[in-house]
């Protein structure tokens, strides 16, 4: 019988680079996609991070661990599936006056609102403090941003993400009314759309991203894809009411968005839905 030796971990002081991503823990053990423990949560190590394919995920009381998941959970935007609910949803939306979608407008606030926003089955969150003031710097500095949906001038929900070039990784979502996550996610695959990005990071299996068309592929190809895509220009982090064209084809006219309007003013309010854009301990 094969002697099995005890796990290793790499233990990293903060100016020590990640590993290999190819040496994560494997499908057979405790913790499948576990990279490396220690490091920081600086620019310089959050920026080399996300350009090999890892992310931090941590829960208060643990030190910083990093990860490489093997598959990888993506969404090919040309493959997002607008169902049938979602596309009312999306143009009684952008028909409706009072209802946009904003971008890095408030980036503290939604990724506090994922943060602190309870979720079905689960208790506490892997968004702490630490993380929290870590993505703000990294959203000062031009490589975190949110899309946000608001509703005459409040915050309902939306979405925090990393990129890089055109190599773009979700983080989490929230919502504070029903569909405002999908609303802001569905705005991302509009922007991703029209700036020609191919892929957003999931980095972890879920039901429901799986329903939206979200897949998993073999971490090699995930990281040649990050590797080409973030050398390319960056997106343009702006959103106008025409890029619902982008899905919603064709877009609905003037005269069609005002019979929208008024079918949705009408229409009962529909209960609070929250949803998780990546990892399960969101």
Not at 206 to 230: C, K, M, N
Request: charged residues 15%.
């Amino acid at each position: 019988m094969a002697l099995q030796l005890p796990l290793q971990l790499p233990w990293l002081e903060p100016q020590d680079p990640l590993p290999d991503p190819s040496s994560a823990w494997g499908p057979d053990t405790p913790a499948p996609g576990l990279l490396a423990a220690g490091g920081a949560l600086d620019l310089a190590h959050l920026r080399a991070a996300y350009a090999q394919g890892c992310f931090p995920w941590f829960s208060a009381g643990q030190p910083i661990l990093w990860w490489s998941p093997d598959p990888r959970m993506v969404l090919p935007v040309a493959e997002f599936r607008l169902h049938r609910s979602l596309r009312k949803t999306l143009q009684r939306f952008a028909a409706t006056p009072g209802c946009e979608i904003r971008v890095d407008h408030a980036f503290g606030q939604v990724i506090r609102a994922c943060a602190n926003t309870p979720r079905a089955g689960q208790t506490g969150t892997w968004i702490v403090p630490e993380m929290v003031r870590a993505y703000e710097r990294l959203h000062a500095a031009g490589d975190a941003h949110s899309v946000e949906t608001w509703v005459d001038g409040k915050l309902v929900g939306g979405l925090y993400c990393v990129a890089l070039g055109r190599a773009v990784f979700g983080e989490s979502m929230f919502a504070h009314a029903s569909d405002a996550s999908k609303i802001a996610l569905a705005a991302l695959v509009c922007l991703c759309r029209r700036d020609g990005v191919a892929l957003i990071d999931c980095q972890q299996n879920t039901a429901h991203l799986a329903s939206l068309g979200a897949r998993e592929i073999p971490r090699g190809d995930f990281l040649q894809h990050v590797a080409a895509a973030r050398t390319l220009p960056p997106l343009r982090w702006h959103f106008e009411p025409a890029y619902w064209g982008e899905l919603l084809a064709p877009f609905p006219t003037m005269a069609q968005s005002s019979a929208i309007a008024s079918a949705s003013a009408s229409a009962a309010p529909l209960p609070t839905a929250t949803v998780t854009l990546s990892r399960s301990h969101a």
